[in-house]
């Protein structure tokens, strides 16, 4: 009983970090704020429901699951980062530009980009 | 390029460590056909893999400071992060005030900056775009969805936070 508690909160916090995610999505100027709020549904949105998942695996004796969940959030973890960076650069490099910048130190150190 | 031994072995152990994780099944077959591809794929890519001493991260003291790292300090920042980009995204104004700040960093190893530029991009807010290296030092430039500060210094203090110092602790 106590354990199915514990596993609902889990997930609530994902679902409510990622519908914050999403929202983000859709509110954001442009795409370089998008790409921030979109961190959110990658790293607490799914870590909190792996995080549930896994625990609901390991409270029913299933260690298999339990384990391959896990390694699934280390991978997303893993692999988000990267992408983020490489989509938020590629994006830069391709022409898009961030619109109403407080400050742009890249733009003024490589201004031919 | 040439492989090194070490190099190869910690490769292939990490490949066959990650296999057996995900198999979970522990038949002779299976055990076997996976030593096999971790053997390849550790051939190929060590030398891109590892440039540097190959067992650095099993010496007992760094081994410690990386799982504290990984399992509380990093949660506690993300999860600080974490709560204040989804303030903004549902706050009715959207107060955001994006710009991209240059920030020095004091690490030398490849690792430690692979490491840091991931976290940093990790923790919702911040978004590593680019690693330079001008006169010896350092730089990221990242976007950052609430410029606090436009001097380098003070806004690397605030984007950083404790995790460069627990970062040296790990790789220099």
Known sequence: ?113 | MKNKPAAVIATFILCFLVWILFTLTFTAQELIAGAIVSLLVALFTSSYFIHEDAFHLLKPNVFINFIIYVLFIFPVELWKANVDVAKRALSPKLPINPGIVKVPVDLKSEYGLAMLANSITLTPGTITMEIVEENGQNYYYIHWIDVASKNSKEAGDMIKGKLENWIRRIWK
């Open chain 1, 1 to 113: 009983m106590i354990v199915r508690i514990i596993i609902d909160l889990f997930l609530i916090l994902g679902c409510f970090f990622a519908f914050a995610g999403a929202v983000g999505l859709l509110r954001m100027p442009d795409s370089f704020t998008r790409m921030q709020s979109s961190t959110n549904i990658a790293t607490f949105g799914v870590l909190w429901t792996v995080l549930g998942v896994a625990v609901y695996a390991f409270s029913n004796q299933n260690f298999v699951f339990g384990i391959k969940t896990v390694m699934i959030g280390i991978f997303i973890v893993l692999t988000s980062a990267v992408a983020g960076h490489a989509i938020l650069k590629g994006g830069y490099k391709h022409g898009i530009r961030p619109e109403n910048l407080v400050v742009d130190e890249y733009r003024r150190d490589n201004p031919n980009e």
